[in-house]
């Protein structure tokens, strides 16, 4: 899939602008075009529990979703971070305006070729961390939960209408072989009761208790493609251990 990049001025804006079109579009939904956001990613609803979940801010600004898989490991998307700049976190918490625990990356890691990047923090942080699963984990037609901060619906400017509290919606593995957004390996989904949207670029995607996946594309509609962790699990593992 091919994206078109606006450069930018602000490194903190190149970043927000980056996960806004990493999830790239097609035609409006019927939300946008009937002028509405609802309270969801773009469909699904609000979660009631991730201990895991990690709102991304690239200096200062919310851009992207992610989670802390170990004491001092963040987990996103490669397009999230590629802007550079100071990267926090606020750890624990469904709200991404309060609550939990706020963290510094004091180094990103990108992975050469696929969408996938770990920060590692200046502290440890306590919490739930997100367990990581395999490439058995996932299998065509299984229904898998996807969960991020993103855009509630088709609103112009996907930045400026992302979620305040962590969104997750039902989706259904049609590929475990498809491609994301630097054409490494990623897990096809199609809609359920909602899609990826802006913001949600990072999120995860899991599968029976277990984070599968990294969200990178999404047409905004009906189809989203999240980097395979099984895959690169040992990449994963040479840095932060898990």
Same mark, same amino acid.
């Given at each position: 899939?091919?994206?078109?990049?606006?450069?930018? %001025?602000? #490194?903190?804006?190149?970043?927000?602008?980056?996960?806004?079109?990493?999830?790239?579009?097609?035609? +409006?939904?019927?939300?946008?075009?009937?002028?509405?956001?609802?309270?969801?990613?773009?469909?699904?609803?609000?979660?009631?529990?991730?201990?895991?979940? %990690?709102?991304?801010?690239?200096?200062?600004?919310?851009?992207?979703?992610?989670?802390?898989?170990?004491?001092?490991?963040?987990?996103?998307?490669?397009?999230?971070?590629? /802007? &550079?700049?100071?990267?926090?976190?606020?750890?624990?918490?469904?709200?991404?305006?309060? !609550?939990?625990?706020?963290?510094?990356?004091?180094?990103?890691?990108?992975?050469?070729?696929?969408?996938? %990047?770990?920060?590692?923090?200046? @502290?440890?942080?306590?919490?739930?961390?997100?367990?990581?699963?395999? @490439?058995?984990?996932?299998?065509?037609?299984?229904?898998?939960?996807?969960?991020?901060?993103?855009?509630?619906?088709?609103?112009?400017?996907?930045?400026?209408?992302?979620?305040?509290?962590?969104?997750?919606?039902?989706?259904?593995?049609?590929?475990?072989?498809?491609?994301?957004?630097?054409?490494? #390996?990623?897990?096809?989904?199609?809609?359920?009761?909602?899609?990826?949207?802006? !913001?949600?670029?990072?999120? +995860?995607?899991?599968?029976?208790?277990?984070?599968? /996946?990294?969200?990178?594309?999404?047409?905004?509609?009906?189809?989203?493609?999240?980097?395979?962790? &099984?895959?690169?699990?040992?990449?994963?593992?040479?840095?932060?251990?898990?």
């Amino acid at each position: 899939m091919r994206f078109t990049r606006t450069v930018q %001025a602000v #490194v903190g804006t190149t970043a927000a602008f980056l996960s806004a079109i990493a999830l790239t579009t097609i035609a +409006p939904s019927a939300s946008a075009a009937e002028g509405g956001v609802t309270p969801y990613i773009i469909g699904g609803g609000t979660a009631s529990n991730a201990p895991w979940a %990690a709102r991304l801010f690239a200096n200062g600004q919310q851009t992207c979703t992610a989670t802390i898989i170990a004491p001092t490991w963040i987990l996103t998307a490669q397009h999230c971070v590629a /802007g &550079g700049g100071t990267m926090t976190f606020r750890v624990g918490s469904l709200d991404q305006q309060s !609550g939990g625990t706020m963290a510094t990356a004091k180094r990103v890691i990108q992975h050469p070729s696929v969408d996938l %990047a770990l920060a590692e923090l200046t @502290t440890s942080v306590q919490a739930t961390y997100a367990p990581l699963g395999t @490439t058995a984990s996932t299998r065509n037609g299984q229904t898998v939960q996807i969960y991020g901060w993103g855009a509630t619906s088709r609103c112009g400017s996907e930045i400026n209408c992302q979620s305040r509290y962590l969104k997750v919606a039902d989706t259904r593995v049609t590929n475990t072989n498809g491609r994301d957004y630097r054409g490494g #390996v990623a897990i096809t989904v199609t809609r359920g009761n909602g899609i990826a949207a802006g !913001g949600d670029s990072g999120g +995860p995607m899991f599968a029976s208790g277990v984070q599968v /996946g990294v969200a990178s594309t999404s047409d905004r509609q009906s189809t989203s493609n999240y980097t395979s962790v &099984g895959t690169y699990r040992s990449w994963i593992k040479q840095y932060a251990g898990v």
